[in-house]
């Protein structure tokens, strides 16, 4: 597998090129319903994603776009990274897509002077929380039915 794969790597949505663009809203579109609450019914337009003040990392499998990564810009100035979503294609689920593109954010994260990196998820969201904890995140922060009755928000960190 590893010789297949790739990454692309975006400091801000404006450096993304057209074709890209449209895979990144079509893994979101496609990955919606995954999320709790779906991303259709967030504040943030899906179509709008790309071009957000953000960073993105891209993971290609022969050549296709098979998942991604992207890191909202809150605390960048005080050296600590904020991972929003993550998604990898259905297609290439649980086959160790998502620790890649965790472990390769790492190293981006780490070569762009970031100490800490957070992010968060929902309690039920076993894929995201093993994923997560098998790349050496650890939960520190509960907030008890932040996603609906008895779905918690976890937060999760890693010191770089
Ligand atoms: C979360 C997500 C990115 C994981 O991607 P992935 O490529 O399937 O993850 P991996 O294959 O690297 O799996 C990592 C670990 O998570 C666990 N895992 C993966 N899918 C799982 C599932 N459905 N149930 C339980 N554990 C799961 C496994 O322990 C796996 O480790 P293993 O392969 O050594 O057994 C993917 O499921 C996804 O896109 N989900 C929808 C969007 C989402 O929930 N994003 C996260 C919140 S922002």
């Known amino acids: ?3 297949k794969y790739s990454f692309d790597y975006f400091k801000t949505g404006k450096e993304i090129d057209e074709r890209t663009r449209k895979g990144i809203i079509e893994l979101h579109y496609a990955a919606d319903k995954d999320f709790i609450p779906p991303l259709s019914r967030r504040r943030q337009k899906i179509e709008d994603i790309p071009d957000l003040n953000s960073r993105f990392l891209v993971l290609k499998y022969e050549g296709r776009i098979a998942g991604v990564i992207i890191f909202w810009d809150y605390y960048w100035k005080c050296r600590s990274a904020y991972i929003g979503n993550t998604i990898v294609s259905r297609n290439f689920r649980k086959l160790g897509f998502g620790q890649l ?3 390769e954010s790492v ?3 780490r070569l762009d002077g970031i100490h800490l990196v957070k992010t968060n998820t929902w309690s039920n969201n076993m894929s995201s929380i093993n994923m997560l904890e098998k790349c050496g995140f650890t939960k520190y922060y509960t907030v008890r039915d932040a996603r609906g009755k008895g779905i918690h928000k976890i937060w999760l960190r890693r010191s770089l």
Do not use: A, Q, V
Request: aromatic residues 0%; hydrophobic residues 45%.
């Open 1 to 3: 597998m590893t010789e």
């Open 107 to 109: 190293k981006r994260l």
């Open 101 to 103: 593109l965790i472990k």
